[in-house]
């Protein structure tokens, strides 16, 4: 049986698949009926075993080989993004503000895929999981599935993702060993004064200059000479200040902002010079504050021997494989698995010249979905059969 032949074969029913997730976008977190989606169209795969309810609404879908062997996990995620879609195509999302604008959709359909193919041939030796992962957008998602006792009963050898990438060929197959995706955390800065009477400020304490100089004062923390060299970031995103008053001082300020770092080592250093920064403009104009933090990702980290496997399956699979020089600015929650199991994540090209992820005319590359199928599956014979090859 020509795998291949019957993985062209069953692409109208992928394609009706993704473009149903596509109009029918959830936020992190409240994936219930995307994961009633994956539910019904994984009935026909006859899976050995179903996990629901896995780190909220995550599902795993399990084929077992017939005789022992690694077990391999496949991930991809369930989520859609508060951006409202400008497309005017057929499917676009029914949601107002949301919208599958970081292709999720495109990766649950190749690992939808992959479930058909495996249906069709169970792994050879071990086990291969289907882990569709939830509220990847807001870093909550792997980490929760990591402390569920029944991801942890899988003893994973192996755990592999994909990312399609606008700005690459499409098709091609980009792979980077050590820091595929920065790490990222977002700071919460509240200082707090006093109000007083516009025509007398100085009765008042008033935040308006500290919070300038704390914007200043973070936007130039890259560049000091400890972070010199690494990729390190630090962008406000949000600030407020006082009440839309004539007659009033300012008495509070809000401040938010996005750190980023190559590595965790240099997020920590990272973090305590923005404290720090805080603390001291804080004090010196005599201002209470208070910083809290949220949306935490760790630097989602390629194992060397998984990049070679994803090497070797791209080429036999005929695909251009593409280094990676810089890892990418934005941040993914799979170190949170890539810090417990051997893994990597790879690039798929989305194109050189679509919309970037995250803005609203997005729409995932259905081209590229039986690429990511046949790579993935390439991945498990590789693993799964008992002819591994350890050099090349
Ligand atoms: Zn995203
Ligand atoms: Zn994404």
Request: proline content about 7%; aromatic content about 6%; overall charge negative.
């Amino acid at each position: 049986m020509d795998l291949i032949l019957e993985l062209e074969a069953f692409l109208p029913s992928l394609i009706k698949l993704r473009r149903d997730l596509h109009e029918n976008p959830e936020l992190s977190g409240t994936e219930v009926n995307t994961a009633k989606r994956i539910l019904a169209f994984f009935a026909q795969f006859d899976p050995d075993e179903v996990i629901s309810k896995i780190g909220g609404h995550g599902l795993a879908f399990l084929f077992k080989g017939q005789a022992p062997g690694p077990t391999v996990i496949i991930r991809c995620e369930l989520d859609a993004l508060p951006v409202a879609e400008r497309n005017d195509f057929e499917y676009r999302s029914m949601n107002s503000n949301i919208s599958h604008a970081c292709g999720h959709d495109g990766h649950m359909t190749i690992v939808a895929g992959l479930g058909h193919m495996l249906a069709i041939e169970r792994p050879k030796c071990g086990q291969v999981v289907l882990l569709y992962q939830p509220a990847e957008e807001t870093g909550e998602g792997a980490e929760k599935v990591v402390k569920d006792p029944r991801f942890r009963s899988f003893d994973a050898d192996y755990v592999f993702a994909l990312h399609n990438l606008p700005g690459y060929p499409m098709g091609s197959i980009v792979v980077k060993a050590g820091t595929f995706n920065c790490a990222s955390r977002g700071m919460v800065i509240r200082l707090t004064g006093l109000t007083s009477h516009a025509a007398w400020p100085e009765h008042g304490r008033s935040p308006a200059i500290p919070m300038c100089q704390i914007i200043e004062g973070l936007t130039n923390l890259p560049s000091v000479p400890e972070l010199n060299g690494v990729l390190t970031q630090v962008t406000v995103v949000h600030s407020r200040l006082g009440e839309p008053s004539f007659g009033t001082s300012p008495g509070h300020a809000e401040v938010m902002a996005t750190l980023r770092t190559e590595t965790d080592e240099s997020m920590t250093l990272l973090v305590a010079k923005a404290s720090k920064l805080v603390q001291d403009k804080a004090l010196s104009a005599g201002l209470e504050f208070e910083v809290s933090w949220s949306d935490e990702f760790v630097a989602s980290f390629n194992h060397n021997e998984a990049c070679r496997i994803i090497e070797q399956a791209a080429r036999s699979a005929g695909l251009d494989v593409l280094p990676m020089t810089k890892p990418l600015r934005s941040s993914e929650d799979f170190g949170r698995l890539t810090s417990k199991i051997p893994g990597a994540m790879f690039g798929l090209g989305a194109g050189e010249k679509p919309p970037q992820l995250h803005i609203p005319y997005y729409d995932f590359p259905e081209k590229i979905i039986p690429i990511g199928t046949k790579v993935f599956l390439e991945i498990i014979h590789r693993l799964s059969s008992d002819t591994i090859e350890t050099n090349e």
